[in-house]
C-alpha cells in the first residue's frame, strides 16, 4: 500500500491550497481517510475524516474553512483549505484506514506566510 500527499506550498494569509493524498495498492477501506497535520515543536493533530460513506469530521479549528472530500474512482482523497493563517503552517499528512492496517503517507509541507 502506498500513500502519496501532493499539492502542498507556500501561500499567503488569506489564500487557498488543495491537498491530494493518493492510496494504491490493497485499498479495501475500513473506515476512511483522515488528514493530520504537525507544526514544528508541537504533536501531530487530526484535522479532517472522511468515511467511505461520505461522512467528514472536522477539528474546530478549521471547520468551515477546510473541506474533505474524495474521488473513489481515482482513490483519492482532497482537503481543499481556504482562507489559510500562518497557524495553518505545518506538515500535512494523510492517514488510510485500511482492512490491512493504518497508512501514513510521508506528508506535505504547506507553509502561509503573514
Known amino acids: 500500500v502506498q500513500v502519496v500527499e501532493s499539492g502542498g506550498g507556500l501561500v499567503q494569509a488569506g489564500g487557498s491550497l488543495r491537498l491530494a493524498c493518493a492510496v494504491s495498492?490493497?485499498?479495501?477501506?475500513?473506515?476512511?481517510v483522515g488528514w493530520h497535520r504537525q507544526a514544528p515543536g508541537k504533536r501531530r493533530e487530526w484535522v479532517a475524516t472522511?468515511?467511505?460513506?461520505?461522512?467528514?469530521a472536522y477539528a474546530d479549528s478549521v471547520k468551515g474553512r477546510f473541506t474533505i472530500s474524495r474521488d473513489n474512482a481515482k482513490n483519492t482523497v482532497y482537503l481543499q483549505m481556504n482562507s489559510l493563517k500562518p497557524e495553518d503552517t505545518a506538515v500535512y499528512y494523510c492517514?488510510?484506514?485500511?482492512?490491512?492496517?493504518?497508512?501514513w503517507g510521508r506528508g506535505t509541507q504547506v507553509t502561509v506566510s503573514s
Open positions: 492517514k488510510a484506514l485500511l482492512v490491512s492496517g493504518d497508512y
Open positions: 495498492g490493497s485499498t479495501a477501506s475500513r473506515n476512511g
Open positions: 472522511i468515511t467511505d460513506g461520505g461522512s467528514t
